[in-house]
């Protein structure tokens, strides 16, 4: 899997790449993008178990729970996500949970990314159909 | 059983189970969120599932999620942190060391078990069968012996009672008996009487047959039974037997009989023809105290229609025909009651020496088999589970013999291991838990098999009038059984190879010459497949001694000819039929009926029918002992039918002639005897037709013979033929009957029989009908059924010592190379390398056989009666057995034998 971190696209061996180097903000992985986007479309229900569901719903591989609450501590240590510590319901035995948020530096990471996205694709629009026509 | 609380809670696992997780998990907040998000799954799983299964799903489930997460997040947090931390806090984290070690090693035992994916899917396959086996035995044993039954409140404290004679059996009891026992205050708080009974209740299509018991107004209260309608019976004033003319209907009953109708209570229903009034209708739990009967009703022992043709059932010490029920007291023990029971009964043995001189009586705890069948249950049970446990060791020995290779395989690993520090306890427990593993995984796909095949089971479908059902699903029970077993297991397979592993010294593993150079390994190895070799030849013996036995049964000559013959029974005393008066004609009718059915060939009634586990016994006076003056009798099996009864099951004619039309009331008695009954003639069995005989009694009617027929197996296969005597139904009367029918062709009659029936009369009641060669399969039920077991479970085993055995020949070849490859290089041809190596293999299984044929002899003594007559050492068996075995070791070995000839010897020596 490859990262949108820049790096790999700007190496000594690739002098000839467009791209800027990336400010050291941009950093952010793979599943880290899925966790975020994830968060983003479980808007009345934003606890670590709906989040794993958004994501069982589209994504092509399945995310195991650890790697889920591994990756919202580290998007919380990056400050993309923040949280707020609740009391939990009867039917979770009274065990807190955490509700979180993305935060303002999220969610400009995450149009970053996008925006990379799209400049990386562009230009690419015959080779992308034809992607399409295969699959 | 399972009534709300006041509070409804949301249903969660065990706090116990919620402990393990929680300290599977990391400490904090995150630890408690991700407890909390499988509390949920857990909730949600058991609310939406489906089955009764769905807890047992959702708790392997929490289980399986929080060792997986102790895997892919606990561990990587913890390293984390320690990473974050620094080494400067490397001694506030010596307290997490075990767990983390534990955890750290569970990861690298899942890991070495995924690099070798063969061997691992093989273990785990041996163990789920192993295991598999014996917890779907054990699932029958919990069911039998050890679920509490429905509906029936603290069962701890309900007893039953049984009559002893010189302190042996659980037999019925006497109503003087028990009045004196009910007078005693004491241990008992409660006595209650029970006995069978069977209705037929008018229905508009057609009487419906209903088993339900007859009990006293006690039987409820002895059982903390709760009405869910209505009240239950009430006592009447001169006696305990209860007030007449009532019904209590099972919950089940008055849904499907009576479609759930809300003003049943008080309304009328018609049993046996005649009315009673339905007082009460019980908890939807409770379904009787036999385990899998369905009761369909209760009905006040008063009104009993033995108490009523014989009343002195009530007043004659020597007559046993209820059953006792008992209540604890509060605080009291079965102990302190059956002393007490003791003492009533040596204290009624003096005052009545007559009648109750070596009575005693006996207390057990109720249970789902009733005392007086649990002894012969427990003994099948007990056989059975002997079985699956040979076959759970047979497995174990296998997988541990992978063990060991693995852990040889390894030796480097391991060698590497313990050279750079790693202690050896530390060692022994990488290995056990890579056997804990194998057998949790074995454990889990055994417990799923297991639920499957029990499923699979259906005693409904057994050709007994009563509804026999089962509640066969798993419960926290036998999960835990299994579960245990499986820890067990561990050990045992765990044990071998770890102990071997970390008692060996590191050097010689790294320098190259290895711990094969020490020979405890091959031993080890060797002694897996011996205890395989052995387990597998005792069930193949088995199975094959039972395969046997069937095949002789079927060689037997049983007298008649029992396929195309259907059956269904019927009983006139139930449906206001009063004697022969009103039944003949009734009956005469049927039959008449009957064979109109195109493709009915001869149908016939009788009371009794061969090979259906049931006689009826009784003594004739042959005329020149009664001119004697001999006041004995001729012992006698006995049978009423009409006319077509021989045609229809084609029993031969041997001489004189069959019963006609004419041999009915009015007309001289007539019999049929058996070949043996004319044999055993005093007079000779050239003297018998024409004969004369008085019967039943010393001074009971005279009776002809007019013919004599060919024996038949009357109750079970390993009869010896007895003296048998038919007489025509229509001058001995019996309204208890069979109704049988023979198919010319192939066709099933079953429908067009009951139709037929019901024609002429449609309120009768029939049981299902079924096919003579069903009903007398009965009497071969265990055999068939050990065979089958034997056959499956030994095949499985056979299959598993060939896979143990062609490990150690392989692993043997892959030592011995340099060896073959020297011999070779000296002149030795391939062919003698192979028959060398075929040999050894033979040598190594040998010993194995001869102590698996005598266990599997043993277990076949055990099970002697159900051999037929077999010889526990029948030689075809025997001989079969070995053949097997021996085809098995050839096989087994002879890949590893011709890989090994085949071998270029000069790349066997570079190799080394």
């Not at chain 2, 929080?66 to 913890?78: C, E, N």
């Not at chain 2, 208890?736 to 029989?753: K, N």
């Not at chain 2, 060896?819 to 060398?836: F, N, S, Y």
């Not at chain 2, 040598?843 to 194995?848: K, N, S």
Request: aromatic share 6%; glycine share 10%.
């Amino acid at each position: 899997m490859y990262t949108l971190s820049g790096a790999r696209t700007a190496t000594p061996e690739n002098p000839t790449s467009e791209i800027d180097p990336m400010p050291k903000s941009f950093v952010i992985g793979e599943l880290e993008q899925i966790v975020l986007l994830a968060l983003l479309r479980t808007r009345d229900q934003p606890y670590a178990r709906s989040i794993h569901r958004a994501i069982a719903e589209v994504a092509p591989r399945p995310v195991s729970r650890g790697a889920l609450y591994r990756t919202l501590d580290r998007l919380e240590g990056k400050g993309y996500v923040a949280s707020e510590v609740e009391d939990g319901p009867l039917e979770r035995g009274g065990m807190a949970r955490r509700r979180y948020r993305a935060t303002p530096a999220g969610i400009a990471v995450l149009q970053e990314a996008r925006t990379l996205l799209r400049r990386l694709w562009s230009g690419l629009d015959a080779f992308a159909d034809e992607i399409e026509a295969e699959s | 059983m399972n009534r709300p609380g006041p509070e409804p809670r949301p249903r969660l696992p065990p706090r116990w189970l919620r402990a393990i997780a929680r300290l599977l998990l990391p400490a904090g907040l995150g630890g408690d969120q991700a407890l909390g998000d499988l509390l949920e799954d857990f909730r949600l799983r058991v609310t939406d599932g489906a089955g009764s299964g769905r807890v047992l799903l959702a708790t392997s489930a929490f289980l399986s999620s929080a060792l997986a997460l102790a895997v892919t997040y606990s561990l990587p947090s913890r390293w984390r942190s320690r990473r974050d931390a620094g080494p400067g806090h490397a001694k506030e984290n010596r307290t997490m060391t075990l767990s983390t070690g534990a955890l750290l090693d569970l990861r690298t035992a899942a890991r070495s078990l995924r690099r070798r994916p063969l061997l691992t899917a093989v273990a785990v396959l041996s163990l789920a069968i192993g295991l598999g086996a014996t917890t779907a035995i054990f699932s029958l044993v919990n069911v039998l012996f050890l679920r509490p039954l429905p509906g029936i409140s603290d069962q701890d404290r309900v007893v039953e009672i049984g009559r002893t004679r010189q302190g042996q059996g659980f037999d019925s009891f006497n109503y003087l008996d028990f009045r004196d026992l009910r007078q005693r205050d004491g241990a008992l708080e409660e006595l209650a009487l029970w006995s069978s009974g069977d209705w037929s209740l008018a229905a508009e299509d057609g009487g419906r047959r209903m088993a339900g018991l007859y009990v006293t107004p006690s039987y409820f209260r002895a059982l903390g039974v709760r009405p869910s309608r209505g009240r239950l019976l009430n006592e009447r004033a001169e006696d305990e037997l209860g007030e007449r003319g009532v019904v209590v209907l099972s919950h089940r009953t008055w849904q499907s009989e009576l479609g759930g109708d809300e003003g049943v209570i008080g309304s009328e229903i018609l049993l046996n023809r005649r009315s009673y009034r339905v007082v009460s209708v019980t908890d939807p739990a409770f379904q009787g105290h036999v385990g899998g009967v369905q009761m369909a009703l209760f009905m006040p022992m008063s009104d009993s229609p033995t108490l009523e043709s014989s009343p002195e059932h009530l007043t004659d010490r020597r007559i046993m025909a209820f059953n006792v029920l008992g209540r604890l007291a509060p605080g009291r023990t079965a102990a302190e009651a059956e002393a007490q029971v003791r003492t009533v009964m040596r204290n009624l043995a003096e005052t009545y020496p007559d009648s109750n001189a070596e009575r005693g009586a006996g207390i057990v705890p109720l249970g789902p088999v009733p005392g007086a069948g649990r002894g012969p249950a427990g003994g099948f049970m007990t056989l059975l589970m002997a079985l699956v446990v040979v076959l759970l060791c047979a497995t174990c020995a296998n997988v541990a013999g992978i063990q060991t290779a693995r852990a040889l395989a390894r030796e480097r690993e391991l060698g590497t291991r313990l050279a750079l520090g790693c202690g050896r306890g530390r060692l022994l427990r990488l290995l056990m838990l890579e056997a804990l593993l194998l057998a949790l995984a074995g454990g889990a796909i055994g417990f799923a098999l297991a639920t499957v095949v029990v499923r699979a089971l259906d005693f409904r479908r057994l050709p007994v009038p009563v509804s026999f059902q089962l509640d066969l699903s798993p419960d926290l029970r036998v999960f835990g059984f299994c579960f245990v077993l499986a820890l067990l297991a561990a050990v045992l397979l765990g044990l071998p190879a770890a102990w071997q592993a970390s008692t060996r010294p590191a050097g010689p593993a790294l320098v190259g010459g290895g711990w094969r150079a020490a020979g405890t390994a091959s031993r080890w190895r060797r002694v897996f497949v011996g205890v395989q070799v052995a387990g597998a030849s005792a069930l193949a013996l088995v199975a094959g001694l039972f395969l046997r036995s069937l095949e002789q049964a079927s060689q037997i000559q049983t007298g008649f000819d029992p396929s195309g013959v259907v059956l269904t029974g019927l009983d006139l005393s139930l449906e206001g039929y009063e004697g022969a008066a009103e039944g003949l004609p009734l009956l005469e009718r049927v039959l008449e009926r009957v064979e109109g059915i195109p493709g009915v060939e001869r149908a016939a009634l009788s009371k009794d029918l061969p090979l259906d586990l049931a006689s009826h016994g009784t003594g004739v006076v042959p005329e020149s002992w009664d001119a004697a003056g001999e006041r004995r009798y001729f012992g006698v099996d006995t049978n009423q039918v009409t006319p077509g009864y021989f045609e229809t099951l084609r029993v031969p004619l041997l001489q004189g002639r069959l019963f006609e039309e004419r041999d009915r009331e009015g007309a001289e008695s007539v019999a049929v005897v058996s070949r043996t009954f004319a044999e055993r003639w005093p007079e000779g069995r050239d003297a018998v037709l024409g004969a004369r005989f008085r019967y039943g009694s010393l001074d009971g009617p005279w009776v002809s013979v007019i013919g004599v027929v060919e024996d038949t197996k009357n109750q079970m296969l390993m009869d010896s033929a007895e003296p048998f005597v038919y007489l025509p139904l229509a001058q001995e009367y019996e309204p208890r009957l069979t109704l049988v029918a023979r198919a010319g062709g192939e066709q099933d009659l079953s429908d067009e029989l009951r139709q037929a029936v019901l024609e002429i009369d449609p309120s009768l009641s029939l049981t299902p009908v079924i096919t003579l060669v069903q009903l007398t399969g009965l009497g071969t039920l265990p055999q068939r059924m050990a065979a089958i077991l034997g056959a499956v479970v030994g095949s499985f085993a056979l299959l598993l010592a060939g896979l143990g055995i062609y490990g150690v020949v392989a692993f043997q070849v892959t030592q011995r190379s340099r060896e073959i490859g020297l011999r070779m290089a000296l002149g030795e041809v391939r062919g003698a390398v192979t028959r060398r190596i075929l040999r050894g293999a033979f040598r190594l299984v040998l010993p194995g056989l001869v102590v698996g044929g005598l266990l599997g002899a043993g277990l076949a003594r055990l099970l002697r009666s159900l051999l037929l007559g077999l010889s526990p050492l029948d030689p075809t068996a025997v001989v079969a057995v070995a053949v097997t075995v021996g085809a098995l070791v050839t096989l087994a070995s002879l890949f590893p034998a011709r890989r090994a000839a085949s071998v270029d010897p000069a790349v066997a020596l570079r190799n080394e």
